[in-house]
């Protein structure tokens, strides 16, 4: 609770940075495309024994738009298609999980042709499908189909992009995604206290200026 308190201020104080900035000459506009591979797991309470090697890896990536009136400081949308999961090393069991995600950051660079920058903010999500391997003869509370498919959190990446003056603009970006939300209910009658994913991506996107 105090960490969603803390993280709720930060991004409460973000407007504030933003307008803090100096004035750009005329605004940049820009979108384009992003994608790469993701790997995932799941925070249980009670803990489930989840396996890195191989851990659950998918494909991620979608739309990009970002807009800036201000230097150093932007503000970028995106509409993703994300896949998470989990993966458990005692029975080889994976369960996959597919989201549509809209995360809305604040995109904090420094340079010109090349930059480096952050992107932090929020991000919000819905569980469109979700589908298992080896999961024949298994029970527990977590083969269950997931009850909460709806997903809020927060995204964090670090990356760099190259300005072109006719190519469009092109970026490296990893990014890390912790999620609040809860797959199964957690009620204090309920088994699960906690399930909510995080995952960690690496993206190549081309960004179309305006």
């Known amino acids: 609770m105090r960490l969603r308190r803390c ?4 991004l409460c104080c973000i407007p504030l940075l933003i307008a803090a900035q100096p004035r750009l000459a005329e605004p940049e506009m820009c979108f384009g495309f992003h994608g ?3 790997g995932s797991m799941v ?17 991620n990536g979608g739309f990009v738009f970002r807009y800036s009136r201000t230097k150093y400081t932007a503000v970028q949308l995106e509409l ?18 597919d989201y ?13 042709k090349v930059r480096g920058f952050l992107n932090l903010g929020p991000q919000f999500g819905y569980c469109i499908a979700q589908s298992d391997k080896n999961g024949e003869g298994l029970s527990g509370h977590q083969y269950e189909s997931v009850a909460k498919p709806w997903d809020w959190g927060l995204a964090a990446g670090l990356g760099l992009q190259v300005n072109t003056n006719k190519a469009g603009v092109y970026f490296l970006e990893a990014r890390f995604d912790f999620s609040f939300g809860d797959l199964y209910p957690n ?4 088994y ?13 996107g081309w960004l179309f200026a305006k």
């Open 7 to 10: 993280i709720l201020t930060v």
């Open 36 to 38: 790469g591979v993701i």
């Open 43 to 59: 925070r249980f309470n009670p803990n489930v024994a989840q396996s890195f090697a191989p851990p659950v890896l998918g494909a």
């Open 80 to 97: 993703d298609y994300m896949r998470r999961g989990w993966h458990e090393s005692a029975t080889d069991y994976y369960r996959y999980l």
């Open 100 to 112: 549509i995600e809209i995360p809305l950051l604040m995109h904090l660079y420094v340079g010109k």
């Open 187 to 190: 009620r204090v009658a309920d």
């Open 192 to 204: 699960f206290r906690t399930s909510a994913p995080m995952a960690l991506s690496l993206n190549i």
